[in-house]
């Protein structure tokens, strides 16, 4: 009898050491359960970028975070999961961390304040949610805002006899030096007979107007000459100018390669008309 009870009392107490080491562990597990969010706070328009969902575990928990969609942003990439291992030492015991990486490259699409996607991750049966982490995307606006650009129509004279030439010359003022010309829609020179002597290589120059450096280049020079006479209207036309700004910060992109992070921007110029009075003064 006493054999029996002896039994009962080994086999209950076995069942209590299993059931609290495994809620022990359950514990030890939810401890050491990390999840992070590595994101920049703030980005412009257009501009790419990289978040990281890391997951840290003591166990061997090869889990990835996996989105279909981010709020304002669009996913050009990923997500690309990596997994590492590191052991150290502390007070004479091994410490094991893995870590998961699930790694997101977005263009950032429409400017405003946007909160990324909450990770919820599985591990032994339990849920464990990330940190909130919030995003804002300014427009380069700002930037483009900043910049002050035009075009000067110059014309010899307005003036001119059915048998004269003049000369018109589009010239850009900008403050800052554009990167590249996207487009040119110059003016239509229908009623004249034109010329192109625009030099196929140019270089900035400097004026200052109203004590403010202008970078100046000259776009377009053309010869003109009236097809008949009355008054001339030489249209207007429109020019669209990229600029690079440099964050100042280093980025890498999704081939590992390191470059200097620049905002790009446009901006478009309009060129103004201008009226050509074409009279027919026979010599005597």
């Keep these: 009898m006493n054999r ?19 809620i022990f562990s359950l514990v030890t597990v939810g401890q050491n359960i990390k999840i992070n ?24 928990a090869h889990v990835p975070v996996i ?8 996913i050009v990439y990923g997500p690309t999961v990596s997994s590492s291992k590191n ?29 990324l996607p909450q990770a919820e ?4 049966g339990e ?8 995003i804002e995307i300014k427009s380069p606006k700002e930037i483009t805002a900043e910049v002050d650009a035009f075009i000067k129509t110059i014309v010899s004279k307005t003036t001119v006899n059915l048998s004269d030439t003049l000369l018109i010359t589009y010239r850009l003022y ?23 002597i625009t030099r196929s290589r140019q270089n900035f120059s400097e004026e200052k107007i109203n004590g403010k450096t202008y970078k100046v280049v000259d776009l377009r020079r053309m010869i003109l000459q009236p097809k008949n006479i009355g008054q001339k209207s030489i249209p207007e036309g429109q020019i669209s100018v990229e600029y690079s700004t440099p964050t100042g910060r280093k980025v890498r992109d999704m ?22 009075s074409v009279q027919d003064l026979k010599a005597i």
């Design 127 to 134: 849920k464990y949610k990330s940190e909130v982490v919030k």
């Design 87 to 115: 052991v150290s030492f502390k007070d004479g015991k091994r410490m094991t961390v893995y870590k998961t990486i699930s790694s997101y490259y977005l263009v950032a699409q429409t400017a405003g304040k946007y909160t």
């Design 255 to 276: 081939w590992g390669d390191i470059y200097d992070e620049a905002i790009r921007t446009e901006k478009t110029l309009t060129i103004d008309p201008v009226i050509i």
């Design 37 to 60: 969010i590595k994101a920049p706070e703030t980005v412009f328009v257009g501009e790419q970028v990289r978040v990281d969902y890391i997951v840290e575990s003591v166990n061997d």
């Design 4 to 22: 029996i009870r002896y039994n009962r009392l080994t086999i209950y107490r076995f069942f209590s050491l299993v059931s609290l080491l495994f």
């Design 174 to 196: 900008t403050t800052k030096e554009i990167e590249r010309i996207i487009s040119a829609d110059f003016p239509n020179m229908r009623d004249f007979y034109s010329t192109n």
């Design 67 to 74: 989105f279909k969609a981010m709020q304002g942003f669009a």
């Design 121 to 124: 991750v599985s591990v032994f």
